[in-house]
C-alpha cells in the first residue's frame, strides 16, 4: 500500500511538473527571441560577419585615419568567441570597451553608445549569442594601426574623459514615444557613430541632444569616404518609417553602408520602434547647416532647358536620363530622384562622388526584395564627371555648389575605383556634339533618335523610339551601336535583297520597329539623322571591324524552353516591360520603358521579333540596373535563359508587317523569322 502511495505520489508530482517546464521553456524562448531583436537592434550581424564569412564570427576590415581594424569573433565559441564570458564581463565590454582578459577595445566598436543599453536588454542580448548563435572557431585578427594608436593603453584615459557607462535615463518631460525613440537612437542603434561630428581625440561631439553640445548630435559627418547626412529634423515621420523599412521613400534611397543597415537591421524593427525612432529624430531642432527636409516631395519638373546645349546636360542625357529621367524623377521603386534627392543637395558632394566613381546597389528588404545597381563610372574623366554633378546639383530645384574637377580628383586617388569592364570600344561622348562645326544639326540627329515619338509623332505608329533598341542613343557597346555604321553605307542588305542607302536603312526601322511611315529622305530630319550617323562614324573605313558592333552573336543551335522564358520574363523583365508587355508609365500616361508586344510595340518585320536576335541583344544588354556592366548596370542572364526568354517574348502577339513577302527576294531567310 505504501509502495502504490508513492507511485502515486511520483506519478501527481511528475504531471504538475509539466506545465512549469514548459513555462520554463516558453520563458527561455521568449528571452531568446528578445536577445535576437535587440542584436537587430543593434546591428551586431553588420560589423562582426565578414564578406561570404560566417555571420558573427568576425573578421571584417573596418579602415579608420589610425589605422585597420578587424571585428572579433563574438559567436560562443570558448576559444575564439566570446564562449566563456560571464555576464558581468559581457556587460563591461559592451558599457566601458574592456574584453574579459582586460583588453581595452577600440571605440570602433560603439560600446559609448552601447552603454546606454537597460540591463533587461543586455541581458536578453548575452542569452541570445550564447544560445542562439552558432559557435564558430575563427581567430581574431590582430589590428594594424599606426603609432602611437597601436599602445592600447591609452584608450583607458580615452574612456575616462568621453564614455559615460551609465544606462539610458528616460527624460519624465517627454512622451513615452519621444524617449523610446531617444533610448534606440542614442544607445542601441548608434546612429552617432556615424552621424555625429567627431572631436580631434575622434570622440563624438555629443552622445545625446542634451546640454550644450547636443547641437552637434547627428548632425553629419563624414565616414569612409561617405556623408552621413544629419538626421536632425528629419522629413515626415512616415517618410522616415518608409526609408528605415524599405530602403527607400519619396526623397532618397539609402547607399554606401547604409544600404546594409537597412538589410540587416532596420527592416526588421517593429512599426512601434521605427515610428518612436522618425517620431525623436524629426523632434530635434534643425541644425546649423543642415538641408531644409520637405514635407512634400518635388513633383516631377520639365527636363532643363540647358539639357542638350550645355556639356553637363548632354553628358546627363547620355549617362544618366535612362535611369533617373530627363525630368530628374528617376523610377518609382527601381532608380531614386534627383530633385531634392539630399546626397545630391548636400553641401558636401562627398556621398555623389563616392556613388559615381565606385557604383551603387539598393538595399535588400522584404518589400523591394531585387537589388538594382547603378555602375561607377570611373572610367569618365574627372572633368566629365565635374559637369555631370554640377548640372545635377544645379537643376530641378536643387541648388549647390558645382563639383570641380580636382575634388574628383582627390576622392578618385583615395577610393581608386575599378572600370567595370575591360572592352575596347571606344564610347562616344554626347557632350563632343557641341563642338562639331554642324553642332545644331547634329543635336537636332541624336534628339530625334532619343526621343522619336515626341518629335516624329507623325512617323512613329507605337510608344517605340529609336534608343529603344539602339542604347543611349547608339553610344553603347553591343547595344546597336551607331559607331562606325554610316562608313558601311551604301551596303548590300539581304533581305531587301538590293544594296541600300543610309537613309533607306533608317527607315527600314521606321517601318518595321516603329511601325510607322518613312521619312523624306531629303528632309531636314532625316539629314540630321544621317548627320548624326556621320558624326559617329569617325574615322572608321568600309573594310573596318568596329567593336562592339551589332547586337553580338549567340548561338542559334540552343533550343528554346518557352515554359522557362516565360519564368524569366516574370522574374527578370516584367518590372519594367510590364505583366503583359505593355511597358512601363508612369501614372500620367508618360512612357518610362518601352512594350514588348502588343500594338505599342514592334512589328513582325522588326530585328527583334526574331529570336536570336532578340536574344543576342537581352544577353548583352538586359536587365538594366542588374550587374555592375557600364553603363546601365546591364546584362546577367545566361545564353540559354536569353534564348528561353526572347523566344518566349518574340512570338508574343504583335502587329502585322504588310510587305513582309518582299524580304529575303534572293534567299537566305534565317530560321528564326516570323514569316
Same mark, same amino acid.
Given at each position: 500500500?505504501?509502495? !502504490?502511495?508513492?507511485?502515486?505520489?511520483?506519478?501527481?508530482?511528475?504531471?504538475?511538473?509539466?506545465?512549469?517546464?514548459?513555462?520554463?521553456?516558453?520563458?527561455?524562448?521568449? +528571452? +531568446?527571441?528578445?536577445?535576437? %531583436?535587440?542584436?537587430?537592434?543593434?546591428?551586431?550581424?553588420?560589423?562582426?560577419?565578414?564578406?561570404?564569412?560566417?555571420?558573427?564570427?568576425?573578421?571584417?576590415?573596418?579602415?579608420?585615419?589610425?589605422?585597420?581594424? %578587424?571585428?572579433?569573433?563574438?559567436?560562443?565559441?570558448?576559444?575564439?568567441?566570446?564562449?566563456?564570458?560571464?555576464?558581468?564581463?559581457?556587460?563591461?565590454?559592451?558599457?566601458?570597451?574592456?574584453?574579459?582578459?582586460?583588453?581595452?577595445?577600440?571605440?570602433?566598436?560603439?560600446?559609448?553608445?552601447?552603454?546606454?543599453?537597460?540591463?533587461?536588454?543586455?541581458?536578453?542580448?548575452?542569452?541570445?549569442?550564447?544560445?542562439?548563435?552558432?559557435?564558430?572557431?575563427?581567430?581574431?585578427?590582430?589590428?594594424?594601426?599606426?603609432?602611437?594608436?597601436?599602445?592600447?593603453?591609452?584608450?583607458?584615459?580615452?574612456?575616462?574623459?568621453?564614455? *559615460?557607462?551609465?544606462?539610458?535615463?528616460?527624460?519624465?518631460?517627454?512622451?513615452?514615444?519621444?524617449?523610446?525613440?531617444?533610448?534606440?537612437?542614442?544607445?542601441?542603434?548608434?546612429?552617432?557613430?556615424?552621424?555625429?561630428?567627431?572631436?580631434?581625440?575622434?570622440?563624438?561631439?555629443?552622445?545625446?541632444?542634451?546640454?550644450?553640445?547636443?547641437?552637434? =548630435? +547627428?548632425?553629419?559627418?563624414?565616414?569612409?569616404?561617405?556623408?552621413?547626412?544629419?538626421?536632425?529634423?528629419?522629413?515626415?515621420?512616415?517618410?522616415?518609417?518608409? +526609408?528605415?523599412?524599405?530602403?527607400?521613400?519619396?526623397?532618397?534611397?539609402?547607399?554606401?553602408?547604409?544600404?546594409?543597415?537597412? $538589410?540587416?537591421?532596420?527592416?526588421?524593427?517593429?512599426?512601434?520602434?521605427?515610428?518612436?525612432?522618425?517620431?525623436?529624430?524629426?523632434?530635434?531642432?534643425?541644425?546649423?547647416?543642415?538641408?531644409?527636409?520637405?514635407?512634400?516631395?518635388?513633383?516631377?519638373?520639365?527636363?532643363?532647358?540647358?539639357?542638350?546645349?550645355?556639356?553637363?546636360?548632354?553628358?546627363?542625357?547620355?549617362?544618366?536620363?535612362?535611369? $533617373?529621367?530627363?525630368?530628374? &524623377?528617376?523610377?518609382?521603386?527601381?532608380?531614386?530622384?534627383?530633385?531634392?534627392?539630399?546626397?545630391?543637395?548636400?553641401?558636401?558632394?562627398?556621398?555623389?562622388? $563616392?556613388?559615381?566613381?565606385?557604383?551603387?546597389?539598393?538595399?535588400?528588404?522584404?518589400?523591394?526584395?531585387?537589388?538594382?545597381?547603378?555602375?561607377?563610372?570611373?572610367?569618365?574623366?574627372?572633368?566629365?564627371?565635374?559637369?555631370?554633378?554640377?548640372?545635377?546639383?544645379?537643376?530641378?530645384?536643387?541648388?549647390?555648389?558645382?563639383?570641380?574637377?580636382?575634388?574628383?580628383?582627390?576622392?578618385?586617388?583615395?577610393?581608386?575605383?575599378?572600370?567595370?569592364?575591360?572592352?575596347?570600344?571606344?564610347?562616344?561622348?554626347?557632350?563632343?556634339?557641341?563642338?562639331?562645326?554642324?553642332?545644331?544639326?547634329?543635336?537636332?540627329?541624336?534628339?530625334?533618335?532619343?526621343?522619336?515619338?515626341?518629335?516624329?509623332?507623325?512617323?512613329? &505608329?507605337?510608344?517605340?523610339?529609336?534608343?529603344?533598341?539602339?542604347?543611349?542613343?547608339?553610344?553603347?557597346?553591343?547595344?546597336?551601336?551607331?559607331?562606325?555604321?554610316?562608313?558601311?553605307?551604301?551596303?548590300?542588305?539581304?533581305?531587301?535583297?538590293?544594296?541600300?542607302?543610309?537613309?533607306?536603312?533608317?527607315?527600314?526601322?521606321?517601318?518595321?520597329?516603329?511601325?510607322?511611315?518613312?521619312?523624306?529622305?531629303?528632309?531636314?530630319?532625316?539629314?540630321?539623322?544621317?548627320?548624326?550617323?556621320?558624326?559617329?562614324?569617325?574615322?572608321?573605313?568600309?573594310?573596318?571591324?568596329?567593336?562592339?558592333?551589332?547586337?553580338?552573336?549567340?548561338?542559334?543551335?540552343?533550343?528554346?524552353?518557352?515554359?522557362?522564358?516565360?519564368?524569366?520574363?516574370?522574374?527578370?523583365?516584367?518590372?519594367?516591360?510590364?505583366?503583359?508587355?505593355?511597358?512601363?508609365?508612369?501614372?500620367?500616361?508618360?512612357?518610362?520603358?518601352?512594350?514588348?508586344?502588343?500594338?505599342?510595340?514592334?512589328?513582325?518585320?522588326?530585328?527583334?521579333?526574331?529570336?536570336?536576335?532578340?536574344?543576342?541583344?537581352?544577353?548583352?544588354?538586359?536587365?538594366?540596373?542588374?550587374?555592375?556592366? =557600364?553603363?546601365?548596370?546591364?546584362?546577367?542572364?545566361?545564353?540559354?535563359?536569353?534564348?528561353?526568354?526572347?523566344?518566349?517574348?518574340?512570338?508574343?502577339?504583335?502587329?502585322?508587317?504588310? *510587305?513582309?513577302?518582299?524580304?529575303?527576294?534572293?534567299?537566305?531567310?534565317?530560321? *528564326? !523569322?516570323?514569316?
Amino acid at each position: 500500500m505504501d509502495s !502504490a502511495l508513492s507511485r502515486l505520489a511520483l506519478c501527481a508530482a511528475a504531471l504538475l511538473s509539466i506545465p512549469a517546464l514548459q513555462a520554463s521553456e516558453a520563458v527561455e524562448d521568449d +528571452l +531568446l527571441a528578445r536577445g535576437k %531583436y535587440v542584436a537587430q537592434l543593434g546591428d551586431c550581424v553588420a560589423c562582426h560577419t565578414a564578406p561570404q564569412g560566417p555571420p558573427m564570427a568576425g573578421g571584417l576590415q573596418l579602415q579608420t585615419p589610425m589605422g585597420t581594424l %578587424y571585428s572579433t569573433n563574438i559567436t560562443p565559441d570558448p576559444n575564439t568567441g566570446i564562449g566563456r564570458y560571464s555576464f558581468e564581463q559581457f556587460d563591461r565590454a559592451m558599457r566601458e570597451g574592456v574584453s574579459a582578459d582586460g583588453t581595452y577595445l577600440y571605440p570602433a566598436m560603439p560600446y559609448p553608445s552601447y552603454a546606454k543599453m537597460s540591463e533587461a536588454d543586455m541581458r536578453a542580448l548575452y542569452a541570445y549569442l550564447m544560445q542562439g548563435v552558432t559557435p564558430i572557431s575563427r581567430s581574431n585578427q590582430a589590428a594594424d594601426m599606426v603609432w602611437p594608436f597601436n599602445m592600447r593603453w591609452g584608450l583607458a584615459l580615452w574612456n575616462w574623459a568621453f564614455v *559615460d557607462s551609465q544606462p539610458f535615463e528616460a527624460d519624465p518631460d517627454r512622451d513615452p514615444l519621444i524617449n523610446r525613440g531617444a533610448y534606440l537612437v542614442q544607445g542601441l542603434g548608434h546612429c552617432g557613430a556615424c552621424h555625429t561630428p567627431r572631436g580631434l581625440a575622434f570622440q563624438e561631439k555629443a552622445m545625446s541632444d542634451a546640454g550644450s553640445s547636443g547641437k552637434h =548630435f +547627428l548632425a553629419g559627418e563624414t565616414v569612409e569616404h561617405w556623408r552621413a547626412l544629419s538626421l536632425r529634423n528629419l522629413w515626415t515621420v512616415p517618410d522616415t518609417v518608409q +526609408l528605415l523599412k524599405t530602403g527607400q521613400n519619396r526623397f532618397a534611397t539609402v547607399s554606401g553602408n547604409m544600404a546594409e543597415v537597412i $538589410h540587416h537591421s532596420t527592416q526588421h524593427f517593429s512599426d512601434a520602434d521605427l515610428t518612436a525612432i522618425a517620431a525623436y529624430l524629426k523632434s530635434l531642432p534643425p541644425g546649423e547647416d543642415d538641408l531644409p527636409m520637405p514635407a512634400v516631395a518635388l513633383a516631377p519638373a520639365a527636363p532643363p532647358d540647358d539639357l542638350f546645349s550645355s556639356r553637363g546636360g548632354l553628358g546627363y542625357t547620355q549617362f544618366c536620363s535612362d535611369c $533617373h529621367r530627363t525630368d530628374g &524623377g528617376g523610377v518609382e521603386g527601381m532608380f531614386p530622384p534627383l530633385a531634392g534627392n539630399p546626397s545630391i543637395a548636400s553641401k558636401d558632394p562627398t556621398s555623389l562622388l $563616392h556613388i559615381t566613381l565606385t557604383g551603387w546597389a539598393s538595399a535588400q528588404t522584404a518589400t523591394h526584395s531585387r537589388v538594382y545597381t547603378m555602375p561607377g563610372f570611373a572610367r569618365l574623366s574627372d572633368q566629365e564627371i565635374a559637369e555631370i554633378l554640377s548640372f545635377v546639383r544645379g537643376r530641378w530645384g536643387n541648388d549647390s555648389p558645382a563639383v570641380t574637377p580636382d575634388q574628383v580628383k582627390a576622392l578618385r586617388g583615395q577610393l581608386n575605383p575599378q572600370t567595370t569592364d575591360s572592352t575596347t570600344f571606344q564610347t562616344p561622348r554626347l557632350a563632343d556634339l557641341l563642338a562639331a562645326p554642324n553642332a545644331e544639326q547634329v543635336i537636332r540627329g541624336m534628339r530625334l533618335h532619343l526621343q522619336t515619338k515626341a518629335l516624329l509623332p507623325d512617323n512613329v &505608329g507605337n510608344s517605340l523610339n529609336c534608343t529603344s533598341c539602339h542604347l543611349n542613343a547608339g553610344t553603347v557597346a553591343d547595344g546597336s551601336p551607331f559607331v562606325g555604321v554610316s562608313a558601311f553605307f551604301p551596303g548590300y542588305a539581304p533581305r531587301a535583297g538590293k544594296v541600300i542607302t543610309l537613309e533607306e536603312r533608317i527607315n527600314g526601322c521606321f517601318r518595321r520597329s516603329m511601325n510607322g511611315k518613312p521619312i523624306p529622305p531629303q528632309s531636314a530630319d532625316m539629314q540630321a539623322m544621317v548627320a548624326y550617323f556621320d558624326w559617329m562614324k569617325n574615322n572608321t573605313l568600309p573594310g573596318d571591324k568596329v567593336a562592339g558592333r551589332g547586337v553580338g552573336k549567340i548561338d542559334p543551335s540552343i533550343k528554346p524552353d518557352l515554359a522557362n522564358g516565360q519564368q524569366v520574363y516574370v522574374k527578370q523583365c516584367a518590372v519594367c516591360h510590364g505583366d503583359n508587355g505593355e511597358g512601363l508609365a508612369r501614372a500620367d500616361g508618360t512612357p518610362v520603358f518601352p512594350p514588348l508586344w502588343g500594338e505599342q510595340s514592334f512589328n513582325l518585320g522588326a530585328g527583334m521579333a526574331r529570336t536570336y536576335t532578340a536574344a543576342a541583344f537581352v544577353k548583352r544588354n538586359m536587365p538594366i540596373g542588374f550587374h555592375e556592366g =557600364f553603363p546601365l548596370g546591364q546584362g546577367g542572364l545566361s545564353d540559354q535563359e536569353a534564348v528561353d526568354v526572347a523566344a518566349w517574348f518574340s512570338q508574343q502577339p504583335r502587329p502585322d508587317f504588310a *510587305d513582309k513577302a518582299k524580304d529575303w527576294p534572293n534567299g537566305g531567310k534565317p530560321v *528564326d !523569322a516570323r514569316y
